[in-house]
């Protein structure tokens, strides 16, 4: 499987890089159900990105627990801040690594930049910052990625299982995920209704 590092490296930018993916009706894989996908990187080599609607029932408390970055008497006292950053589902592929998409006001050795604005980190520092309040401005935990070899994603695109839209960093944060699917199909100007009325018809 393609990672970002290794796409991002080669200097192409695919035409569905900063985009969303937004997932039709007839999605066979269960796991992209209703899915909005934010596509980090895409190149010849294949394609990386992050379902940002799904939610995830691990708390923040809980990683810092399992990073022993804090003990178990010292959980109570997180600051509800703290203990209310969002952390989603990321994709099926890697599910026990974390991945911090965030705005790029926050900067390590390690962070790589997605788009103009925002940056991808998956190293336990931001994770301590995050912690202390010392994070980026706006980000969000993900726990795996959604990844495409070379021209899957393409195929899949022609086989109307994806429509593709300019990606809206406000939705990426905003953290009413059950409203995502609808408000990223509202930014084509499309009702889901229309959708399914378009189901089984090419």
Same mark, same amino acid.
């Given at each position: #499987?393609?990672?970002?590092?290794?796409?991002?490296?080669?200097? $192409?930018?695919?035409?569905?890089?900063?985009? *969303?993916?937004?997932?039709?009706?007839?999605?066979?894989?269960?796991? *992209?159900?209703?899915?909005?996908?934010?596509?980090?990187?895409?190149?010849?080599?294949?394609?990386?990105?992050?379902?940002?609607?799904?939610?995830?029932?691990?708390? *923040?408390?809980?990683?810092?627990?399992?990073?022993?970055?804090?003990?178990?008497?010292?959980?109570? #006292?997180?600051?509800?801040?703290?203990?209310?950053?969002?952390?989603?589902?990321?994709?099926?592929?890697?599910?026990?690594?974390?991945?911090?998409?965030?705005?790029?006001?926050?900067?390590?050795?390690?962070?790589?930049?997605?788009?103009? $604005?925002?940056?991808?980190?998956?190293?336990?520092?931001?994770?301590?910052?995050?912690?202390?309040?010392?994070?980026?401005?706006?980000?969000?935990?993900?726990?795996?990625?959604?990844?495409?070899?070379?021209?899957?994603? $393409?195929?899949?695109?022609?086989?109307?299982?994806?429509?593709?839209?300019?990606?809206?960093?406000?939705?990426? *944060?905003?953290?009413?995920?059950?409203?995502?699917?609808?408000?990223?199909?509202?930014?084509?100007?499309?009702?889901?209704?229309?959708?399914?009325?378009?189901?089984?018809?090419?």
């Amino acid at each position: #499987m393609v990672d970002l590092q290794s796409l991002k490296s080669k200097g $192409e930018r695919g035409f569905l890089d900063g985009q *969303f993916l937004i997932a039709m009706p007839g999605m066979a894989d269960s796991n *992209f159900a209703r899915a909005v996908v934010y596509i980090c990187a895409h190149s010849t080599d294949g394609a990386m990105g992050f379902i940002i609607n799904q939610p995830q029932r691990l708390s *923040f408390v809980d990683i810092l627990l399992h990073l022993k970055l804090i003990g178990e008497d010292d959980a109570i #006292m997180v600051p509800e801040t703290t203990r209310s950053f969002p952390i989603q589902k990321g994709g099926p592929v890697e599910t026990g690594r974390g991945f911090v998409l965030h705005s790029d006001d926050y900067l390590t050795q390690s962070s790589i930049p997605v788009s103009d $604005e925002l940056c991808l980190t998956a190293t336990v520092d931001i994770i301590r910052a995050i912690s202390r309040g010392r994070g980026p401005s706006r980000a969000t935990l993900l726990l795996g990625y959604a990844g495409w070899s070379a021209g899957q994603l $393409e195929s899949e695109i022609a086989a109307n299982g994806w429509l593709s839209c300019p990606a809206d960093e406000s939705l990426i *944060f905003d953290r009413d995920l059950d409203g995502k699917y609808n408000r990223a199909l509202a930014l084509m100007g499309i009702h889901p209704a229309m959708l399914s009325m378009e189901v089984g018809h090419s």
